[in-house]
T-cell receptor, first 114, second 111 residues
Framework: ETGVTQSPTHLIKTRGQQVTLRCSSQ?????VSWYQQALGQGPQFIFQ???????GRGNFPPRFSGLQFPNYSSELNVNALELDDSALYLC?????????????FGEGSRLTVL | QQPVQSPQAVILREGEDAVINCSSS?????VHWYRQKHGEAPVFLMI?????EQKGHEKISASFNEKKQQSSLYLTASQLSYSGTYFC????????????FGGGTRVLVKP
């Protein structure tokens, strides 16, 4: 069983730039959620994708956008980067919308904005 | 609104017990518990769906009091491997695991 993988693991950008983070979900999982985790804090929900459609969004501005592909992998895009966007970005996959169940997290992409 | 966890940090000796609390201002449908070790992904521990029902994971158990909108995580006879940051995540309805996480409780178990 393949776990959740994210890339890149670390990256450094400057303010105003754009970034794309990638996530491969666990085999058989059709739902991907993205979380932002600032240093020393709990993960904050960004949005969720189910079968290529956005299914819920947290309190993040429109410059945070995403995609889910037919193989259920996903991308998180952030435009016009700000210093406060520096964080660990976690992807989590799960099975189905109707079920309350385990989230399988990747190890994250650590973004530093200078 | 983010659930509130307490304490923020706890230091234990191996074999000691600890309780981590998670309180919400909203009525809860479910409470999820995760543990994250430094530099690693959060790992699922358990979900609680019904009030008063306890779940267990090794010597880690939890309870969920719907009326008080609270959950507690019990670390019993702690082991070195229990060190990490524990997060509760809550849902106010069946929403496909779109969790609101607390700020975390750092646990350090010393020999």
């Amino acid at each position: 069983e393949t776990g959740v993988t994210q890339s890149p693991t670390h990256l450094i950008k400057t303010r105003g730039q754009q970034v794309t983070l990638r996530c491969s979900s666990q085999s058989g999982h059709n739902t991907v959620s993205w979380y932002q985790q600032a240093l020393g804090q709990g993960p904050q929900f960004i949005f969720q994708y189910y079968r290529e459609e956005e299914n819920g969004r947290g309190n993040f501005p429109p410059r945070f956008s995403g995609l889910q592909f037919p193989n259920y992998s996903s991308e998180l895009n952030v435009n016009a980067l700000e210093l406060d966007d520096s964080a660990l970005y976690l992807c989590a996959s799960s099975l189905g919308l109707a079920q309350t169940g385990e989230l399988f997290f990747g190890e994250g992409s650590r973004l530093t904005v200078l | 609104q983010q659930p509130v966890q307490s304490p923020q940090a706890v230091i234990l000796r191996e074999g000691e017990d600890a309780v981590i609390n998670c309180s919400s201002s909203k009525a809860l449908y479910s409470v999820h518990w995760y543990r994250q070790k430094h530099g690693e992904a959060p790992v699922f521990l358990m979900i609680l769906l019904k009030g008063g029902e306890q779940k267990g994971h090794e010597k880690i158990s939890a309870s969920f009091n719907e009326k008080k909108q609270q959950s507690s995580l019990y670390l019993t006879a702690s082991q070195l491997s229990y060190s990490g940051t524990y997060f509760c995540g809550t849902e106010d309805r069946a929403a496909g695991n779109k969790l609101t996480f607390g700020g975390g409780t750092r646990v350090l178990v010393k020999p």
